[in-house]
């Protein structure tokens, strides 16, 4: 069973940038299409941005040109940078794949405030 540990969420102010990371336990994580996906509260989880096996990547318009996403196949580990934040990027952050397959992990807490 796949595990998945996101870290590197913060305080953070508008404008400011935070770099999140993804580790999965498991053979199998280099044959996935991982996305990063967040929920706000009262809304529903969306899948913000998305990463082939062979790095091809889809983003959300929202965030089209501010984020990145990126993967380490050895380390088992896929990123999310976040740049020019702004207050509506505030939810917690999930990875899992595209489509979601595996248990979600804790998530990491964004919160873009001054």
């Known amino acids: 069973q796949v595990q998945l540990v996101e870290s590197g969420g913060d305080l953070v102010q508008p404008g400011g940038s935070l770099r999140l990371s993804c580790a999965a336990s498991g053979s199998r994580f280099s044959i996935y299409t991982m996305g990063w996906y967040r929920q706000a509260p009262g809304k529903q989880r969306e899948l913000v941005a998305d990463?082939?096996?062979?790095?091809?990547?889809n983003y959300a318009d929202s965030v089209k040109g501010r984020f990145t996403i990126s993967r380490d196949n050895a380390k088992n580990t896929v990123y999310l940078q976040m740049n020019s934040l702004k207050p509506e990027d505030t939810a917690v952050y999930y990875c899992?794949?595209?489509?979601?397959?595996?248990?979600w992990g804790q998530g990491t807490q964004v919160t873009v405030s001054s």
């Open positions: 990463i082939t096996s062979g790095g091809n990547t």
């Open positions: 899992n794949t595209k489509p979601w397959r595996l248990a």
